[in-house]
């Protein structure tokens, strides 16, 4: 299987620390219901090498950036939900050290590797792009992003090719009036004039 461009996988999470003493590393999922990680069979770990320690004291702003992320795959052998991480053991990880190097990597899935999402459930990286409207018909913006508040998901919606936030909207029934992916269109109750 070839690499993967960054461009076509999704990330899902970090490893945060090795768990146990067989390499299982704990992943913090940056999703409260992380379906797609749980059931991955191959995920890819990005890391950016570690910087020369002698530019420490260099601000990361101002700091030479020559390091290109690595990407690698990894055949998961098993993932469990535990005390709200993913706990993973991944083929060729086999001891606490082998883990501990991977701290900080992001885990990265393909977009088509995800289980097939039930009807009026949406996988957020999905509604990235897609254009807002209101019942009104007129144009809000384009999706930007999608965050959860802890009570329910937000959508950004604004300029994508600029990342501008013109609006932050819940993600609740009561405003979505209807997702169209296909056509990449969102219709919510919401007013031109609401901030």
Partial sequence: MSTPSLNDLIELGAISEAQGLRGQVKVRPHSSDPVALL???TVWLSLIPRRDLSLSTVSSASAPH???ASLSEYKVKGAKMHSGNVVMTLDGVDDRDQALALKGARILVARDAFPKADKDDY???DLIGCHAINLQKES???VI???ENGAHGVIAIGELV???VR???PFVKEVVQSVDLPNKVITL???LDWQ
């Fill in 123 to 125: 996988y957020w990286v």
């Fill in 145 to 147: 992003d999608v965050t």
């Fill in 66 to 68: 020559n390091s290109k």
């Fill in 39 to 41: 059931s991955s069979k």
């Fill in 162 to 164: 600029k990342k501008e």
């Fill in 189 to 191: 109750d919401w007013q």
């Fill in 167 to 169: 609006y932050l909207v």
């Fill in 140 to 142: 809000l913006g384009e």
